[in-house]
């Protein structure tokens, strides 16, 4: 059991390293680069917090375990032990920014439109404030993110089940009743809009704006982050368990570390 704690926590901590060092080099990648888009520049400095960070924390761990180094190995556990605090946060934060009561407004035909003022006011703060979505929708515009939906005729196009996103961000809201020319493209009736509605008003046919300003595409984009960070909560609790157990095994490296009965 001695050589085996001590095996397996090197034995993570060398895979950790790699996955370090990876980071490190897109980080430094997207940085350099000049012909990367701002959306994956911005990309460069969160990379290299984490290479970093896991870095050192895999090298203390291999010191630590394989020389017998008990400074290292209680930094190790130290360093992990927070990381487990900051895992049960990050999960209550998230149960409580994305489990309050929405209602989402629902088109009569194609579409899944939400209407903008449903959230919790810190996703609307931080999220949608002028500077942050702005950055949104350049990085919407830079990828295309419009140009990948589908085409073909207005009978046909109403027949397909776009994400909300796409329905709410890339074509003008189904109640404005605007004519469909294609899937970005669309024409305001000489009447003017169905309704009064001030994203009807705002769409704009230029490829990089569209509705990236209208409310309903906000809307949907914090709908959208919400089931993503639900579905963060599956894969949060999968990692918080196996972090528990290196922590076990880490704990218990610890104790070979200091057994005067251990030998390499």
């Known amino acids: 059991m001695v050589r085996v704690s001590n095996f397996l926590i090197s034995f993570v901590n060398v895979l950790t390293f790699m996955v370090a060092i990876m980071a490190l080099g897109f980080g430094v990648w997207f940085k350099a680069d000049e012909g990367k888009s701002l959306c994956q520049k911005s990309l460069y400095m969160p990379l290299l917090i984490f290479g970093g960070a896991l870095l050192v924390l895999s090298l203390m761990g291999l010191i630590g375990s394989c020389c017998r180094a008990s400074f290292f190995l209680w930094v190790y556990l130290f360093f992990l032990f927070l990381f487990i605090v900051g895992m049960i946060c990050f999960s209550v934060f998230t149960i409580l920014v994305t489990n309050k009561s929405v209602a989402k407004a629902l088109s009569g035909r194609g579409g899944n439109d939400a209407k903008f003022g449903d959230w919790g006011n810190w996703l609307e703060k931080h999220v949608v404030n002028e500077k942050n979505w702005g950055e949104i929708k350049s990085c919407m515009a830079t990828f295309k993110y419009c140009q990948i939906m589908p085409r073909g005729k207005s009978a ?53 704006e569209l509705c990236f300003n209208c409310q309903s595409c906000k809307a949907s984009f914090l709908e959208t982050i919400q089931k993503n960070w639900n579905k963060m909560a599956l894969l949060n609790f999968c990692i918080f368990v196996f972090i528990i157990i290196i922590y076990s095994i880490g704990c218990c490296a610890l104790r070979n570390s200091r057994s005067k009965g251990y030998y390499p």
């Open 156 to 208: 046909d196009f109403y027949k397909y089940n776009l994400p909300a996103a796409q329905s709410s961000c890339c074509k003008p809201p189904t109640y404005c009743g605007f004519e469909f020319t294609n899937a970005t493209y669309w024409t305001m009736p000489k009447s003017g809009p169905a309704v009064p509605d001030s994203d009807c008003k705002v769409w704009n046919n230029a490829q990089n």
